[in-house]
């Protein structure tokens, strides 16, 4: 479990850097789900679980897995394993994963009076197994690199909640958002409170960086998204903008298929550090729209894992090409690892990373 | 069988003068899959052929399902039923579709060998069903309203034939693009030609409008969409600008979930006349970054037929006024309808976008 640690390690602050905009020695890099099912040794650990919400709920199993892939590759930051829909199931949804298939809710959401008894959990109390996860984590990773914590955004949370289940288009959602818009904002609103308090206490448990994810936030229409989902994320950004404990802790915000002219730069105003950037985006024409107001994480297609490693190589070089030479980058890729992917290829991605992204 | 025509119908020329860009008593609208599932009777009609490539292959049966909602709906236009695959079909893939699954080719492409092997299909030959489709189809709508024919774009059907069935990422087809540009370019200039012919042929047997449905090219990064499917969309529209048969049949390109800076730009100068526009982009930001140079086709939700009548009402209005006033838009959702859609909904739709798009 040991890992080595030395004080000078460039990998103690690359990532924190560069959200902070500042200058590095070559640019961080992370990759979303980087714990995961590519790995043999997820595998086996997920299997000795027994099931993926066992692996998720149990710290040092959620640590082990957590730790895996920064035992293999030289990352630079380690984030908790978890599932985004830890809120829900704390507020009483039942969720489940069936062998093979997505989230399921026994108790979806299914009327005004269902929203109106929905409690903020304490995430000391109901979310304690993610908390024991992030101080355990921490713990093991001794400063090696830093702990990113997260959670689901309001909207894409809601989408779930609504839905009972993974959709294509998550038309209850929506649906609601058409016909009973008051009680949508009630459920957000809720949520919003739920999501910032869950991501004030793992800061206080030690996430030293906190992400949300808005996995369907570009299921929306913009004057749709700018209405259900930006406005809560600017919610949460404000509130943990507002709070001692969190005002200094970075926040990127992710909203996957959101592209729309004035849609990034409405972001970037929410006061979040960085934005997450998926790979149908150029990173060029990213920076020049967000300009230096935050960083960006992102954003290589992650289907490019499945080439050759010469033309991951050569992927690499051309994204680092297109952002510039200014700090600010975080370099991921624009959505998670698949399962089919060779750990010999993430291995060729993180050096070429650090290699083409030298910054001096 | 019989519709009743009158020849000042102002449905006969609505479609027609709006991809022209020419002022109409108000909106033409027709919906993608208008001729589907949520109809009792297409469901008969495909019960009664016993699948749906038989469906799709026999002529009548296929000007049946097409005709269907012209029967039920004010829609302006007709669109020939049938798939989008035909195409690789002809070309001895071997198309099938598994009950409730998606398409599968028996004979997915495999090597270089495979690719160089593929011959350009005679329309009039060994797709000469969809022709007397096309043939019948005008034949029955005499002049009610135009027929709307139609095409996979080289890359999307390239995806299909590389993946051997749908995918969620394909990423054979990514992997080619990465490791063997070179096939991948081949592959494609000979599908740009068939696409070509295909449309070419369809126009001869009537089609008064064509449309190319580029599904899969938001899976590119910018980049990517410009060299593997962007460059063929335009081979294939300056080969019907060139020819006398296609010169004056108005083409409009779909590529969906393509929205990036320069992008809806680039396709508007292909030499189409219209762009259809999904429904994550704000129709007045589309309109304001293609100018005049063209049409605009779209853009509501398809979830928004989920929605009560007043809501969806309420949409439409939105919708008219985000365009604005000049004439060049045919209003229809932003991708096809869903099997859940109660009929009501797509009555109530397509009489509000004649009501609220009334421009005297």
Chains 1, 2 share one sequence.
């Not at 005004?112 to 959990?121: F, G, H, M, S």
């Not at 609504?162 to 949508?184: C, V």
């Not at 934005?275 to 729209?289: E, F």
């Not at 010999?344 to 993180?350: R, T």
């Amino acid at each position: 479990m040991a890992l080595p640690v030395a004080t000078d390690d460039p990998r103690r602050t690359r990532l924190l850097r560069a959200l902070h905009r500042q200058p590095t020695d070559t640019r961080p890099v992370w990759l979303m789900r980087q714990a995961g099912r590519y790995l043999p040794e997820y595998r086996a650990t997920r299997a000795q679980a027994g099931s993926f919400l066992t692996l998720a709920q149990t710290p040092e199993l959620a640590c082990e897995v957590t730790l895996q892939p920064l035992r293999r590759f030289d990352l630079d930051a380690a984030i908790l394993f978890s599932d985004i829909l830890t809120i829900p199931d704390a507020m009483g949804l039942g969720l489940s994963f069936a062998e093979g298939e997505g989230p399921r809710f026994a108790n979806p959401l299914r009327s005004a009076a269902d929203i109106a008894r929905l409690a903020v959990p304490d995430p000391e109390q109901e979310l304690r197994y993610v908390m024991d996860a992030v101080r355990l984590i921490r713990r093991e990773l001794d400063g090696r690199v830093p702990l990113i914590g997260f959670s689901g955004s309001p909207w894409t949370l809601a989408c779930y909640m609504l839905e009972g289940s993974g959709s294509r288009d998550f038309a209850r959602a929506k649906t609601m958002a058409w016909n009973d818009p008051s009680i949508l904002h009630q459920l957000l609103e809720t949520l919003a409170r739920a999501v910032a308090a869950y991501l004030t206490a793992q800061a206080a448990a030690g996430a030293q960086v906190l992400m949300v994810f808005d996995t369907w936030g570009g299921l929306l229409a913009p004057a749709m998204f700018a209405e259900f989902s930006l406005r809560y994320l600017a919610t949460v950004a404000s509130t943990l903008r507002s709070q001692s404990i969190t005002r200094d802790v970075p926040l990127i915000l992710f909203a996957k298929g959101v592209h729309g002219t004035g849609q990034l730069e409405s972001l970037a105003q929410t006061g979040c550090t960085a934005l997450g950037i998926d790979w149908t985006i150029d990173m060029a024409d990213a920076r020049a729209r967000v300009g230096d107001r935050v960083a960006l994480q992102g954003n290589l297609d992650p289907a490019t894992l499945r080439a050759r490693t010469d033309a991951i190589d050569r992927e690499v070089a051309t994204l680092l090409a297109a952002f510039g030479p200014q700090p600010g980058l975080v370099f991921n890729l624009g959505h998670g690892i698949t399962p089919d992917i060779d750990p010999e290829h993430v291995s060729a991605l993180v050096e070429a990373v650090h290699r083409h992204g030298r910054q001096d």
